[in-house]
């Protein structure tokens, strides 16, 4: 089991920037990727970004350059680092941990961008 703790979200105007965190209650390690996803009203929740134990990233084409992943294993989190953002980046963000086969999410950060 992973309990997935998600903070950092808020209004932001367009062009604006925050800090994601994810604090998992297991060594980040031990999983075989973190990432987050993100669900606007409407629509189908979408990968933003991913992490592997491994270190490798990629990213969704709608952000790459302007988000940034990260992690911090001495305190078990991950971070979305989100710059630039725009209206349609409006959405609740997730994070997700992957052991094997096995999904955990947290309960998701609300990020509002007003144009």
């Known amino acids: 089991q992973v309990q997935l703790v998600e903070s950092g979200g808020g209004l932001v105007q367009a062009g604006g920037s925050l800090r994601l965190s994810c604090a998992a209650s297991?060594?980040?390690?031990?999983?075989?990727?973190m990432g987050w996803y993100r669900q606007a009203p409407g629509k189908q929740r979408e990968l933003v970004a991913r992490?592997?134990?491994?270190?490798?990233?990629n990213y969704a084409d709608s952000v790459k350059g302007r988000f940034t992943i990260s992690r911090d294993s001495a305190v078990n989190t991950v971070y979305l680092q989100v710059n630039s953002l725009k209206p349609e980046d409006t959405a609740v963000y997730y994070c997700?941990?992957?052991?094997?086969?096995?999904?955990?999410w947290g309960q998701g950060t609300q990020v509002t961008v007003s144009s």
């Open positions: 997700n941990a992957l052991q094997i086969s096995q999904d955990y």
């Open positions: 992490i592997t134990s491994g270190g490798s990233r």
């Open positions: 297991r060594s980040i390690f031990s999983l075989s990727a």
